[in-house]
Each structure stands twice: as structure tokens, then as C-alpha cells.
């Protein structure tokens, strides 16, 4: 630290420079990322909210009013009346809690102990974090030929310690939706909690259905659904840090609450204490602003480039991995590797796609800063690597 201060017009001319240096999603190539630039309105909320702390409710009332109000909706759109839950930094922290929730609940209710969670190898790494932090056993399920989540290799992982199942509505790598109605049924069945992670698809696939896509069931109207993840700044365009954990009853969120005496509210259930209530607010303000017609659209155009994406990849000769569910793309060229092609690509254009693993492959997500113009330059450029 300087011992005086310096002049905020040398400050700022600094950090200018800096941030020179950060690529801008309005350049069109950053292709690998699930996230995109904030909507404008939202920008605009999120600065009067700045000094907002959700951690400790009864100082910003108005603020905590407007989470519950966005918890009502999101919960409404997810099929269920009566939500519970948070807006949090993202999809990681959501996936914290609700294993959180699931532990917690299978130790007072259960008296499990040494509890085991069971996922897909397909699911975040965000979980491998939650079962470290908690003391967890991940028992992995097996893949389908579809890379899909295998639902006889769930029923037979099950054990007297499972405390939790999850299943992917938009899986990180391809953007495809596991058998959640079947897990659900496989879930209540057995009593136990069943987690959908839905960071990516929560924002997309009820809009989409909005606009005559056929999906199959994957939030609350499913019995067995205890919790779903849902990250409004993916496709919902909300300032980071926001994402989104949907509780179907209010026990989840007791079973992990903390006393908090010193604070206006005497107990507290999310991961972190100080909250920004800045990005719940932008979130609330775009739901509105939107509307389910306003998203629909956007999600409808994010669904048609991807299916030109998709057809103009096998028209100049390269290998799509699977049918694309939601708005990913994975690729392979016939004969080159894929991490060579993604260095090949930054090097002659500044592409910045990223590389799957599960199958190994060139990964593109199509957001809002992808324009059908970039994705032609694009295209052009893959086809002096074929």
C-alpha cells in the first residue's frame, strides 16, 4: 500500500489498462463459457442495490423482501407453489447447500453418519467440493451410450448411507438432460433426497417448452424433486455473482440453520453470511422485465443457432458428438485432437472454445454474446483446420 494517496483519474487510467487485458464477451469469441454479459437493466439495478446485505436481512428489509418475492417465481416457473430458498454467488454454492440440506436432513432423520451422495460422472465438479467440505462419499453412477445418467446403475448404488441422488438438467460438458423422471420415481420410492442441478437448464427449458421444444419432466412437478439449482446468470442475463437453490420445503433450509445472535435475524442457512443483495435485486427486476414471452424468445434464438452451428459442422465434415438437448455443441475433427484444435484455433483467430472430457472434445456453448455473424467467421476458420 501507498503511504499518500494517488489521484483516482491515475487510478482509473491503471486499471484501464488492466483490464485491456480481460477478453469481452461482446468480441464474440469467448465460445466456451456458460456465462455472458449482464443485461443493461440489470446493470442498472444492480448499482442501487450495491450496499444491500441480505446476510443480515432485518437491516435491508425491502432487499430481503425482493429475494423472497424472486424465490416465488423462479419456484413458480419450476412448478411449485410454495418455494424456499436463496440467491446465491452461483451454482456452486447452490449445490453446497442442498447437499448441505440432504446431509443434514439424513443425520437427524436417518441417523446416517457416514453419509454417500450418488452422481453422474457427468455431474460439477462443485459436488466433489460439497462431499469434501461435508465429509461425503461420492459413489459414481455409470454413463449410457448417450452419456446420460444410467438409472439400473443408481438403483444399484443405493445403500443404507446414500443420503442424496442427483441428477444434470443441462449437463456442464454436452447440455443434455438425464432421466430425472425416472430417478425421481426411484428417489420417493426409497425416501431419499433427490437433487436436480439445473445451473444451466433451469433458465432455458421451461421457456423453451414455451415455444413448442418437447423435454421431459425435471423440476418440482416430479414427487420426488427435494431441491433444484438454477443460476439466473447464465441465461437469465442477471449480473454475477447470482444463482439460484429452490427448496421444496422450508425443513431443508431449517435443518441447516446456525444460530446467528448478534444479527437482526437470529438464524442463517446459506453458506457465507454477508450476501450482496445487489444481483438478487437485477435478477428480480429482469424477471419482470422480461416476462416468460421476452425469455422464451431469447432461448428460442439461442436454440436456433445452435442447431446452425450444428449442421453447418457436419456439412464442412467434422464429428457432432451427440444430438444437441439444450444450447452446447460438442465436435471433434476426424483425425485431429481435440486440445490441439482448441490451441490451433486461439492462435488464429483468439477463439477461446473449450475442451470436454467426457466424451474428449471441442465444447461450444451458444449465448447471448454469440452472434450468427461469429459464428460464421467461425466456421470459416474451422474450415482451414480440416
Known sequence: MNDLPIDKDEILKELDLIKEKDLKYSGGRILGSMCTEAHPFGKEVYIKFLDSNLGDPGLFKGTKSIEDKTIKIIGKLLNLDNAYGNIVTGGTEANIMAIRAARNHARKYKNIENGEIILPRSAHFSFKKAADMMNLKIVEAELDEN????????????????????????????????????????????????????????????????????????????????????????????????????????????????????????????????????????????????????????????????????????????????????????????????????????????????????????RIVLMNHVTKTHLKEFLSDLKKLY
Not at 437469465?236 to 447470482?242: F, H, R, W, Y
Not at 445472535?261 to 428480480?284: D, E, N
Not at 446452425?308 to 475433427?333: M, Q, R, T, W
Request: aromatic content about 10%; proline content about 6%.
Open 147 to 362: 452419456y446420460k445418467i444410467n438409472v439400473e446403475s443408481v438403483k444399484n448404488k443405493i445403500s443404507p448411507n446414500t443420503v442424496a441422488i442427483v441428477a444434470i438438467a443441462g449437463t456442464t460438458e454436452l447440455g443434455l438432460i438425464d432421466p430425472i423422471e425416472e430417478i425421481s420415481k426411484i428417489a420417493h420410492d426409497n425416501n431419499i433426497y433427490f437433487h436436480v442441478d439445473a445451473a444451466f437448464g433451469g433458465f432455458s427449458i421451461p421457456f423453451l417448452r414455451n415455444c413448442g421444444y418437447d423435454f421431459p419432466e425435471f423440476d418440482f412437478k416430479l414427487p420426488g424433486v427435494s431441491s433444484i439449482t438454477v443460476d439466473p446468470h447464465k441465461m437469465g442475463l442477471a449480473p454475477i455473482p447470482a444463482g439460484g437453490i429452490i427448496f421444496r420445503e422450508k425443513e431443508y433450509l431449517n435443518v441447516m440453520a446456525v444460530d446467528s445472535p448478534y444479527l437482526t435475524v437470529k438464524t442463517q442457512s446459506t453458506v457465507v453470511g454477508t450476501r450482496i443483495g445487489a444481483s438478487t435485486v437485477a435478477t428480480y427486476a429482469l424477471l419482470k422485465y422480461f416476462g416468460r414471452s421476452g425469455y422464451s424468445k431469447l432461448a428460442k434464438n439461442l436454440m436456433e443457432n445452435t442447431c446452425f452451428l450444428k449442421d453447418s459442422l457436419e456439412k464442412i465434415g467434422y464429428d457432432v458428438i451427440v444430438e444437441p438437448e439444450l444450447n452446447i455443441v460438442a465436435f471433434n475433427h476426424p483425425e485431429k485432437n481435440p486440445q490441439l484444435m482448441a490451441d490451433e484455433l486461439e492462435k488464429i483467430n483468439g477463439w477461446k472454445v473449450s475442451v470436454a472430457n467426457c466424451p474428449n472434445a471441442i
